[in-house]
């Protein structure tokens, strides 16, 4: 969910887009962590973040990189009885219809809709149990500066990833041919989401005509763009974290607190 209820406000009032007009594409991430200081001083320390509040109140940070808020911090994983990760959200023009249209296709619904002025989000899984984010309303305040600054893309992991791309075209209108609708292409065995011409998801699932994997676990990969990739890994390492897969151009890390998220390298964009 978008936990800053981005509102602009003055001449500034221009630049604010809604879900109405940009749909389908991821338009947020947020961690769910257990220690909201502790959480913080991790992501400083691995990806150089800053930090300031959010109108949700004291269990809600965003974090800021070079300025511009790229992703959301809820310290309410205990609370709520949540699992620690990283989800994303993505633009929906009607919470409602996303929902019923999730669950009319064997989707589940973990939390809302729920009203977050200026929007309106819910907590979902596909019928494989990946979880994921539908936001509808304002999205963060700069959109263009957030898809610059934001993650470089999100990767679905799954069983079978033409079948999870009917499953999410069909909730999130993707290749409706609705004006800001996102496209789908197939490139090799994955599933390519562009908004705006820019690649925004990915889903795969193994090697093409392979049996589907039972022992995947289905899950969305939040990827954010660093320039070095190997310094995060080590910082992570170094700040109670772990690293899971490491090459020169990407890394699978883990916090301190057990959520997983991939860095990569922004030249390999």
């Known amino acids: 969910m978008n936990h800053d209820a ?3 406000s003055g001449p500034r009032r221009r630049d604010v887009v809604s879900t109405h ?3 389908g594409a991821p338009c947020w991430v947020s961690l769910t962590s257990r220690d909201l200081g502790a959480t913080q001083d991790f992501y400083s320390a691995v990806l150089g973040w800053r930090w300031r509040g959010a109108k949700l109140g004291e269990h809600f ?3 800021l990189a070079d300025g511009v808020p790229v ?3 809820a310290a309410v994983a205990a609370m709520w009885q949540m699992a620690v990760a990283w989800t994303p959200y993505f633009a929906v023009p009607d919470a409602d219809v996303a929902v019923a249209r999730a669950r009319e296709r064997g989707g589940t619904t973990a939390v809302g809709p729920l009203s977050f002025p200026p929007g309106r989000a819910a907590l979902l899984a596909d019928r494989d149990g990946a979880t994921f984010g539908i936001w ?5 305040s700069n959109w263009e500066a957030w898809r610059r600054a934001a993650p470089t893309f999100v990767r679905l992991h799954t069983r079978n990833a033409f079948d999870s791309a009917i499953f999410y075209g069909e909730i999130l209108d993707w290749a409706s041919g609705l004006p800001g609708c996102c496209e789908v292409e197939y490139d090799g065995g994955e599933v390519v989401l562009r908004s705006q011409g820019d690649v925004v998801a990915r889903i ?3 090697a093409v005509e392979a049996a589907p994997d039972p022992s995947v676990r289905p899950h969305w990969q939040i990827h954010f763009a660093v320039a070095d990739v190997p310094g995060c890994a080590r910082a992570a390492e170094k700040h109670g974290g772990s690293v899971l897969s490491e090459d020169e151009t990407e890394a699978i890390l883990r916090d301190a607190d057990g959520a997983q ?4 390298s922004r030249r390999a964009r």
């Open 6 to 8: 981005p509102v602009s």
């Open 261 to 264: 998220f991939t860095v990569t």
């Open 21 to 23: 007009s940009v749909f």
């Open 71 to 73: 992703a959301g911090i």
């Open 204 to 206: 795969d699932s193994g």
């Open 136 to 140: 509808q309303g304002e999205l963060v």
């Open 61 to 63: 940070r965003i974090a």
